[in-house]
Nanobody, 115 residues
Framework: QLQLVESGGGSVQPGGSLRLSCLAS????????MGWYRQAPGNQRELVAT???????HYRDFVKGRFTISRDNAKNTLYLQMNNLQPGDTAVYYC?????????WGQGTQVTVSS
């Protein structure tokens, strides 16, 4: 069973940056396409960015040019570099397999963007 542990969130002002990490254990991380998801209060969880097992990336329009997804298969770790953060990015961020997430979501990491 894949287990996921997110970290790196925090509180920043608009225009700030954060780097999220997701440590995956259990099943073989490197064979799976992965994604970062987020859930803001009162909203459904949404996909933010994806990366294939080979490193090809895709971004939702609302983060394109600001966020960068990457992975280190040797460390079983997924990353999300977030620049020029805006209040609309405030959410709990999760990592999971893409396109079919496993049911065992991690605890997520809170990102708060506020002046």
């Amino acid at each position: 069973q894949l287990q996921l542990v997110e970290s790196g969130g925090g509180s920043v002002q608009p225009g700030g940056s954060l780097r999220l990490s997701c440590l995956a254990s259990g099943r073989i991380f490197r064979d799976n396409d992965m994604g970062w998801y987020r859930q803001a209060p009162g909203n459904q969880r949404e996909l933010v960015a994806t990366i294939t097992s080979g490193g090809a990336t895709h971004y939702r329009d609302f983060v394109k040019g600001r966020f960068t997804i990457s992975r280190d298969n040797a460390k079983n770790t997924l990353y999300l570099q977030m620049n020029n953060l805006q209040p609309g990015d405030t959410a709990v961020y999760y990592c999971n397999i893409f396109p079919v997430p496993i049911d065992n979501w991690g605890q997520g990491t809170q990102v708060t963007v506020s002046s």
